[in-house]
């Protein structure tokens, strides 16, 4: 098993930039495939960005393509998500994720381990 916590959640004006982290612990970090994904009030939990275990290989989804960058530090197990250029809209929870069922993943039931989220909250 691996025990995911997100942090550096928060409250941001529209056009700014946050950066979320994931410390991981447990098996072996750098053996899983991560990702990120968000939910917002009354939503399903939507794919944000995903990453292969060397890093080597990255998917967003449409919407946050360009805007936010996925990236991880296996020597510090941990995953990143780098936001700029914040929406009102991007407002979610978000969740780190590990070990999907298959490359490519992007529904929420395939993948199998979660942290608890932190939450991001961007005005207008």
């Known amino acids: 098993q691996v025990q995911l916590v997100e942090s550096g959640g928060g409250l941001v004006q529209a056009g700014g930039s946050l950066r979320l982290s994931c410390a991981a612990s447990g098996r072996t970090f750098s053996s899983y495939r991560m990702g990120w994904f968000r939910q917002a009030p009354g939503k399903e939990r939507d794919f944000v960005a995903a990453?292969?275990?060397?890093?080597?290989?990255?998917y967003y989804s449409d919407f946050v393509k360009g805007r936010f960058t996925i990236s991880r530090d296996n020597a510090k197990n941990t995953l990143y998500l780098q936001m700029n250029s914040l929406k009102p809209e991007d407002t979610a929870v978000y969740y780190c994720?590990?070990?999907?069922?298959?490359?490519?993943?992007?529904?929420?039931?395939?993948?199998?381990?979660w942290g608890q989220g932190t939450q991001v909250t961007v005005s207008s």
């Open positions: 994720a590990a070990d999907p069922i298959r490359v490519g993943a992007r529904s929420a039931h395939e993948w199998g381990y």
């Open positions: 990453i292969s275990w060397s890093g080597a290989n990255t």
